[in-house]
T-cell receptor, first 114, second 116 residues
């Protein structure tokens, strides 16, 4: 089984619908992240959390919210999805407080908003 | 301001030859880390190599090496003896220290095509 698991892997939804992407990890890492990937833009940070009580906005948090339900679980919500939120979403984790802190990624969730 | 710049949207290399993927970065934090990740067509993100800002030696991992030029703020990835399986997107990333909140930001990526 993957160390970082994302569900669903693929989702098609309609404009205005609420959608939740879930992420769970077995790596025991405190730090979790949500990124969005659009062609030509690399990965952009949406939200990150350094522990259950710590949530931080990233570069593109507007239109998104998150919940850190436990050390191992970090969910991303789109309250009212719009077509330009169509993208590939990655959850990632990292260990420790300092460097290196390489990211361990889930397999990605492809979201299409019609 | 963009902090990670990858100026090569696409690169071609002949199989068995070496290729350099460019990355420049911008930070005022003295403590930072630089990473390269590979994304094959299957979509997963794979960590390749890391260079710390205080590391004296360039990082190497098998066929991957990082050409770190601190004064120029560049961290180019060198892949030696390219293989067909190296065809993928490659992302340069930076993790700043305390002032940057230890979050990682990415460049736009370079798509590498390895020709047989």
């Amino acid at each position: 089984d993957a160390d970082v698991t994302q569900t669903p892997r693929n989702r098609i939804t309609k404009t205005g619908k609420r959608i939740m992407l879930e992420c769970s990890q077995t790596k025991g890492h405190d730090r979790m992240y949500w990124y969005r990937q659009d062609p030509g833009l690399g990965l952009q940070l949406i939200y990150y959390s350094f522990d259950v009580k710590d949530i931080n906005k990233g570069e593109i948090s507007d239109g998104y919210s998150v919940s850190r339900q436990a050390q191992a679980k970090f969910s991303l919500s789109l309250e009212s999805a719009i077509p330009n939120q169509t993208a590939l979403y990655f959850c990632a984790t990292s260990a420790g407080q300092g460097l290196p802190g390489e990211l361990f990624f889930g397999e990605g969730s492809r979201l299409t908003v019609l | 301001a963009q902090k990670i710049t990858q100026t090569q949207p696409g690169m071609f290399v002949q199989e068995k030859e070496a290729v350099t993927l460019d990355c420049t970065y911008d930070t005022s934090d003295p403590s930072y880390g630089l990473f390269w990740y590979k994304q094959p067509s299957s979509g997963e993100m794979i960590f390749l190599i890391y260079q710390g800002s205080y590391d004296q030696q360039n990082a190497t991992e098998g066929r991957y090496s990082l050409n770190f030029q601190k004064a120029r703020k560049s961290a180019n990835l060198v892949i030696s003896a390219s293989q067909l399986g190296d065809s993928a997107m490659y992302f340069c990333a930076m993790r700043e220290g305390g002032t940057g909140g230890f979050k990682t930001i990415f460049g736009a990526g370079t798509r590498l095509f390895v020709k047989a």
